[in-house]
C-alpha cells in the first residue's frame, strides 16, 4: 500500500539514538549533507526525543519506500502526471541561445582568432578541413577570416543546417529525421535553447521530476552550464538516442560562446531518423531503458555496463501516442503563451487560469492537434469549460472529432515543485570536470596521451575550448527570463564556504588542490566511457552526466518522491548511510558538476562586475580575483597542460606544434593578465619551451590583432619576474631575425606604425626597452616623449571618411559600419592592455613613453599624447598585411592624422559647451577613452576599406 505521506516526505536517522524519522522532503533537502540530526531536531513534537517510539519498523520503512517507487508516488500525483501527459507540450523556436543567467559573451575583436587560409582563385570554398581554426572547433568570423565571404567555417553563425523534419519515433516519442541525403562529417544543426547555469537547472531538473515529465531537453554545454531545449529551442530538440548512432555532438567556439552542433558521424540517407549516443552517465535511482532497437543496443541509456550491471531500469513509458507537441514561434510570444511556456519549466506564477487554458486550446486548434486532455480533468471550472466548448464549435470547426476538444490539463502544482532554488544550502560534493572525463578516453592514468596521434591531439587540443579561465560574462542585468529571478536570489553563504572561496592566488600546490577538490583522478585508469569525448552529453530522465561510480555499501538509493530506502535492516548501515542517500536524493547534490561548480557559480554571479561603470583595472579584474569557477577550469587547463609537457615522442611534439597549439595557448593567455595568473602563466611557457615551435610560429599573426611573440612581449613585462625571464627568454630564443621572408615582411609592417618591434631586430630583447624598438624605429614612428608631450594645433574637425565636418559625438561610428562585433566589455584587449594600465610594468620599461594619467580635467597636452599614442597603436594593428581588414602604410598616416585630430577636436568641443553652459567640469576618463578611441579606430577602418572597394577612396 502507498502510504500517501511517502511522496511528501523523507527518512532520516538520528544520530544519535539511530531511530528513523519521517520529515518533510522539503526539510531533508535544507539539511546540511554528512551534519549530524537529531531527534530534538523533528518539528514534530510528539517525536522530537529520542525515547519516542520509530513511527513503523525498518520493514515497514523499506516496504513504504519500495511501493511508492513502484507505484510512482501518491495517487494524486499519478492523477496530474497523467493530465499533464496528454497535454500537447508547447515549445517556442528560438534561432540563438537564450542566455538566462548572464549576458551573451561578446567578443573582443582582439580574441577573433584568424586561420591561416587563403582566398581560393576559382572561388571555391575556403577554410576546409586544413584550416586551423575548423581543426580546433573555432568558427572564423565573419569579416575576419582572410578567406572573407568564400570561408565555409561559419556553419553555426550562418545556420547552415540540414533539410530536417520532426516525426513519431515509435515509443521513443518524436524524432527528428533528415530530408536530405548527408555526408559524414556534415553539420546538421546547432542544439539550442535556454543556457542555464547550475541552480537553475537543478530546479528545472527536481520540478520535472515531480511533474513526471517523459522527455528531457538538456545538454551539457560546458564550463558549468546546460542547455535545456524544452521550453524553448530548435528542431534539435527532438534528437532520440542509440546505441548504434548515426549522428556525434561536437562542441564549438562560435563568437566566443560555447556551441553544440550535430554533425553526420557517417552518410545518412534521406528520411533516416537522426540519432547520436547521448553518452551521459547516469546518476540517481535508474538508468532508463533504451528502446533504440539496435543491434548493439546497451540496454540502459547513461552509465557504463558496469555500473548498470545489478540495476533496476525506469521503464520509459510508450511515448508513441504523444499528443503532437505545439511549436510557436518568437512573434507569437503573447502573455499567456508566456504563461504556459513558463508552465512547462515550473516558472509560471499561477495556476492556469480560464485565459491561459483558452488559449492553450486556441493553439492546438491552429496547430490542428488533437486535444483529448480535458476528459478526465474532471475539476476544471465550468465556465472555462464552457468557454472552450465553444471555441471548439466556433474555430475547430471539423465536427468530426478530428480535434477532439477536452480539458487543458491541471497547471503543474506549486507544491510538486520542490523548494526554490534560493532555499538551497551551498553544496559539498566531489565531481570530475568534464575536461577530466574527457581526457579519460585520451589519456593514461599517469596523464599522458594514450595514442598521440593527430587525431587525439586535436581531441586534446579542443578540450583547451572548456577550459574559460577568464569570468563567463556578467550576470543579466535584467532577468532575460521568468526563471533568472531563481537565479540571483542566491542562499546565505557559510562562512566555511565563504572562506573556501576567499580569491587567491593559486600557487602549484593549490592548482593540485583544485584538481582534487575538482575531483581530478590522477589515478583513473578506466576509461568512463567509449563514446566520443567530443559528443556533448544530453540529461535526459533529468539526469545529468556524468556520475562518480556508485557509492558502495548496503544503501540503495531512495526514490526521489518518497525518501530514504534501505536494503538492509541495520541500524548503523543507515546512519552510516543516510547523509550520503539524502545526498543523491536531493536536487543538485547528483549534479553533473564538478565539484565546487556550484558555488563557484554563485562565486561568479557574486563577483562578476557589472558590465557598465567599471573601471578598466577593474574590468582586468579577473585577474585580481579568481573565483572558485575560475580555478577549476585553471585546474582543467593544469592538467592538460600536463599531458603536453609529459609528451616524450618528437614526433607527437611536432604534432602537438602543428595543430594549433600555440592558438590554444595564445587565445588562454590574452585571458589571464595578472598576477594571480602567474602559476599557470609559467606552465605555459614551460609547455612553448618544451615543444619544437620555430621562430615563424611564434612570430605569425594568429589573433585579429598579433602573434604569440606579441603576448610574450607582453608577458615580459609581467608583474611575476619568472613569467618575465621565461617570455624574454623565448623571444630570444626566437628571433624575428629567424622568421621566413614573408613572416618578417608582415611583423615589419605591423612593427613600423607603432607596435613594439620584435626583439630580434637590434637592441637587447632581454632588455625591456627593446620591445619598444631601438632608437630608428622610434624616430621613424615618431613616438618620441618629447614630440608626444608637444601640444599640437589642428585643422578644423572633417570627418576622416566623408571629409565633412565631424560630428561633435565623434565616437559613434557611420551605422551601416556599426556591426558590433561581441566582446565582454569587462575584459578588454588582454592580449595588448594599455601599459600604463600595469604601473608595475613602468618600471621595468623606461622606454614607454606614453601619458601614465587616468583621467584630465580638460584636452591638455598630455590627453593629445595620450590620444596620439592610443590612436597609433590602434591603427597600427590593422597594417598588418594578414589582418582581413588590412590598411596601407598611406593609409595609416591619413587615417591617423584624422582620427587623431578628430578624437581631440570633438573632446575640446564637449569640453568648451560644458563650460559654456556653466555644466560643470567632467574629467575625461582614460578607460572610456581607449574604448572609445578602440571603436572609433574600427569602424573608421571598416568604412574606409568599405569606400576604397567601392572606388570612393
Ligand atoms: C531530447 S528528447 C528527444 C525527443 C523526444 N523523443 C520527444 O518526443 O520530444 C530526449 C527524450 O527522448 C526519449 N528518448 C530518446 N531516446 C530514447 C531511447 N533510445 N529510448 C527511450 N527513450 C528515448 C527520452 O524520454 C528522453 O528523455
Not at 324 to 335: L, R
Request: contains cysteine; aromatic residues 6%; negative net charge.
Amino acid at each position: 500500500m502507498v502510504n500517501p505521506d511517502s511522496a511528501a516526505s523523507s527518512w532520516v536517522a538520528c544520530d544519535s539514538c539511530g531511530k528513523w524519522r519521517r520529515l518533510p522532503k522539503a526539510l531533508v533537502e535544507l539539511l546540511e549533507d554528512d551534519a549530524p540530526w537529531y531527534c530534538e531536531q523533528n518539528p514534530q513534537a510528539s517525536l522530537a526525543n529520542c525515547d519516542a517510539p520509530q513511527e513503523l519498523t525498518n520493514e515497514q520503512i523499506d516496504q513504504e519506500m519500495e511501493s511508492s517507487e513502484d507505484e510512482g508516488g501518491s495517487e494524486d500525483e499519478r492523477e496530474r502526471r497523467e493530465k499533464r501527459r496528454r497535454r500537447p507540450a508547447v515549445w517556442q523556436l528560438i534561432t540563438k541561445n537564450i542566455y538566462t543567467h548572464r549576458e551573451r559573451k561578446m567578443q573582443d575583436e582582439d580574441d577573433i582568432m584568424i586561420c591561416q587560409c587563403r582566398r581560393t582563385r576559382d572561388g571555391s570554398p575556403g577554410c576546409g578541413p586544413d584550416c586551423l581554426n575548423r581543426m580546433l572547433n573555432i568558427e572564423c568570423v565573419e569579416d575576419y577570416c582572410p578567406c572573407e565571404e568564400q570561408c565555409s567555417n561559419q556553419m553555426f553563425s550562418k545556420r547552415q543546417y540540414a533539410d530536417l523534419e520532426k516525426r513519431r519515433a515509435g515509443s521513443k516519442g518524436f524524432g527528428l529525421f533528415t530530408k536530405q541525403d548527408l555526408q559524414a562529417g556534415a553539420f546538421i544543426i546547432e542544439y539550442i535553447g535556454e543556457v542555464l547555469e547550475e541552480e537553475e537547472y537543478m530546479r528545472r531538473k527536481e520540478y520535472y521530476i515531480a511533474a513526471g515529465q517523459r522527455h528531457y531537453y538538456f545538454m551539457n554545454v560546458g564550463n558549468g552550464e546546460v542547455i535545456d531545449a524544452c521550453r524553448k529551442g530548435a528542431l534539435g530538440r527532438f534528437i532520440n538516442h542509440s546505441c548504434d548512432p548515426n549522428c556525434e555532438t561536437q562542441k564549438w567556439v562560435v563568437h566566443g560562446e560555447l556551441a553544440i552542433g550535430l554533425f553526420a558521424q557517417r552518410d545518412i540517407k534521406a528520411g533516416e531518423e537522426l540519432t547520436f549516443d547521448y553518452n551521459f552517465e547516469r546518476y540517481g535511482d535508474k538508468p532508463m531503458r533504451c528502446l533504440c532497437g539496435s543491434a548493439s543496443c546497451r540496454g540502459f541509456i547513461g552509465g557504463t555496463q558496469e555500473i548498470n550491471a545489478d540495476r533496476d531500469f525506469d521503464e520509459p513509458e510508450d511515448a508513441s501516442m504523444d499528443p503532437e507537441p505545439i511549436m510557436v514561434t518568437e512573434g507569437e510570444e503573447d502573455e499567456l503563451l508566456a504563461a504556459i511556456l513558463d508552465s512547462n519549466v515550473g516558472l509560471a506564477d499561477q495556476e492556469f487560469d480560464a485565459d491561459v487554458r483558452k488559449k492553450l486550446h486556441q493553439l492546438a486548434v491552429k496547430h490542428k492537434v488533437p486535444i483529448d486532455w480535458e476528459s478526465s480533468d474532471d475539476d476544471e471550472n465550468d465556465e472555462s469549460k464552457s468557454s472552450m466548448d465553444q471555441i471548439e464549435l466556433t474555430t475547430a470547426g471539423k465536427g468530426d472529432g478530428d480535434v477532439v476538444v477536452s480539458k487543458p490539463r491541471q497547471p503543474p502544482s506549486r507544491d510538486v515543485v520542490s523548494i526554490p532554488s534560493s532555499a538551497w544550502p551551498p553544496l559539498k560534493f566531489k565531481r570530475r570536470s568534464e575536461v577530466d572525463r574527457r581526457l579519460d578516453t585520451l589519456a593514461t592514468s599517469q596523464g599522458r596521451l594514450r595514442e598521440p596521434n593527430t587525431n587525439n591531439i586535436v581531441r586534446m587540443l579542443r578540450l583547451f575550448n572548456l577550459c574559460d579561465i577568464a569570468s563567463t560574462g556578467a550576470p543579466a542585468l535584467e532577468s532575460p527570463v521568468p526563471g533568472s529571478r531563481y537565479l540571483l536570489k542566491l542562499p546565505p553563504r557559510k562562512e566555511q564556504q565563504a572562506k573556501a572561496d576567499e580569491p587567491a592566488e593559486p600557487s602549484d600546490a593549490a592548482l593540485a588542490e583544485a584538481r582534487k577538490e575538482n575531483g581530478h583522478h590522477a589515478s583513473t585508469s578506466e576509461p568512463a566511457k567509449e563514446s566520443s569525448p567530443e559528443a556533448g552529453e544530453i540529461l535526459p530522465n533529468g539526469n545529468a552526466s556524468p556520475a562518480p561510480a556508485p557509492r558502495p555499501g548496503p544503501c540503495k538509493p531512495a526514490h526521489r518522491e518518497g525518501g530514504l530506502r534501505q536494503q538492509d535492516s541495520d541500524g548503523r548501515e543507515r546512519e552510516r548511510s543516510r547523509s550520503k542517500s539524502r545526498e543523491r536524493e536531493r536536487p543538485g547534490s547528483t549534479s553533473h558538476r564538478e565539484d565546487g561548480e556550484l558555488p563557484a557559480v554563485r562565486e561568479a554571479v557574486r563577483f562578476e562586475p557589472p558590465r557598465e561603470g567599471l573601471r578598466y583595472e577593474e574590468r582586468l579584474g579577473s585577474s585580481r580575483e579568481l573565483t572558485a569557477r575560475q580555478r577549476a577550469r585553471m585546474a582543467d587547463l593544469s592538467l592538460l597542460l600536463d599531458v603536453i609537457l609529459k609528451t616524450n615522442s618528437s614526433s607527437a611534439k611536432k604534432e602537438f606544434c602543428r595543430c594549433g597549439t600555440l592558438r590554444q595557448l595564445q587565445s588562454t593567455i590574452g585571458r589571464c593578465t595578472g598576477p594571480y595568473y602567474s602559476v599557470i602563466l609559467k606552465k605555459m611557457l614551460r609547455v612553448v619551451e618544451c615543444l619544437p615551435f620555430t621562430a615563424d610560429d611564434l612570430h605569425q599573426t594568429s589573433s585579429a590583432h598579433g602573434s604569440f611573440a606579441d603576448v610574450l612581449k607582453q608577458l615580459s613585462m609581467h608583474a611575476d619576474a619568472e613569467v618575465r625571464n621565461r617570455s624574454k627568454d623565448l623571444l630570444k630564443k626566437f628571433p624575428m631575425s629567424e622568421c621566413s621572408e614573408g613572416v618578417q615582411r608582415s611583423a615589419t609592417a605591423h612593427d613600423t606604425v607603432g607596435l613594439p618591434p620584435s626583439s630580434g631586430r637590434g637592441g637587447n630583447p632581454s632588455s625591456s626597452s627593446a620591445f619598444w624598438g631601438e632608437r630608428g624605429d622610434r624616430e621613424r614612428v615618431g613616438r618620441s616623449v618629447s614630440r608626444l608631450m608637444r601640444p599640437t594645433r589642428f585643422s578644423p574637425a572633417v570627418d576622416p571618411i566623408t571629409a565633412s565636418p565631424a560630428p561633435s559625438t565623434w565616437a559613434t561610428p557611420p551605422s551601416t559600419f556599426s556591426k558590433k562585433i561581441m566582446r565582454p566589455a569587462y575584459a578588454p584587449s588582454p592580449q595588448y592592455p594599455m601599459p600604463s594600465l600595469q604601473p608595475a610594468y613602468s618600471q621595468d620599461d623606461p622606454g614607454i613613453d606614453y601619458s601614465p594619467d587616468k583621467r584630465w580635467d580638460a584636452p591638455n597636452a598630455r590627453f593629445e599624447a595620450f590620444v596620439d599614442y592610443t590612436v597609433r597603436h590602434r591603427l597600427g594593428k590593422y597594417t598588418q598585411p594578414v589582418h582581413p581588414n588590412y590598411i596601407t602604410a598611406d593609409d595609416f598616416s591619413r587615417l591617423y592624422k584624422k582620427i587623431k585630430h578628430n578624437v581631440v577636436e570633438a573632446e575640446q568641443k564637449t569640453f568648451e559647451d560644458r563650460r559654456r553652459n556653466n555644466m560643470g567640469e567632467k574629467p575625461i576618463e582614460r578607460d572610456k577613452m581607449e574604448e572609445r578611441i578602440k571603436t572609433y579606430v574600427r569602424e573608421t577602418v571598416k568604412a574606409h576599406n568599405l569606400k576604397k572597394r567601392m572606388g570612393l577612396a
